[in-house]
């Protein structure tokens, strides 16, 4: 496993997080790393545009979903997805706090800041029992794959 910013020509991203090599021979888990995949790629586009709502929502509908991939299985993968997403959003909370500072920093991102606070402090909290494989249903997330691709 490695952690990766590729881009393509579109100015987007390919994998936030590229599987190299895996002992993983299940199909199934495959696409549920693709998947998760997808989520963080559609997060990083909201923050490409400039639509931090949007990327708080879908930073946080990615942590749940590679929080809920903690099985014996996945656990390596799921903690570097959970730790790839805290790094990037403490990353982007520091680059907020650039913007709103300064003489000719502007105020209104003071409140994505507070956010982005806020957003950091429940992923270090967040506890809850992790689900199994099977009862875990990634597909309630395909939804902002299709929409990612109409703005």
């Known amino acids: 496993m490695k952690r990766t910013s590729k881009q393509k020509g579109t100015g987007y991203f390919n994998e936030a997080i590229e599987v190299i ?3 993983l021979q299940d ?3 495959r696409k549920l ?3 998760l995949n ?3 790629n559609y997060s990083r586009k909201h ?3 400039k639509d931090y709502e949007g990327y708080f929502k879908s930073t946080k509908m990615a942590f749940h979903a590679a929080h809920d991939l903690n ?9 570097l997805f959970m730790t790839f997403i805290k790094d990037s959003l ?3 909370r520091t680059e907020l706090k650039i913007m709103s500072s300064g003489i000719f920093g502007k105020k209104k991102y003071l409140r994505y ?3 982005a606070n806020l957003l950091l402090e429940e992923f270090e909290n967040y506890r809850v029992a992790a689900s199994d494989l099977d009862s875990f249903d990634i597909s309630q997330f395909e939804h902002t794959k299709h929409r990612s691709g109409k703005k």
Request: charged letters at 30%; zero cysteines.
């Open 38 to 40: 997808d989520l963080l």
């Open 90 to 92: 403490a990353e982007t």
């Open 71 to 79: 099985n014996d299985v996945l656990k390596d993968y799921s903690e």
């Open 21 to 23: 090599s895996s002992n």
């Open 113 to 115: 800041v507070q956010q």
């Open 47 to 49: 923050l490409i545009d």
């Open 33 to 35: 790393l693709s998947r």
């Open 27 to 29: 199909d199934q888990l």
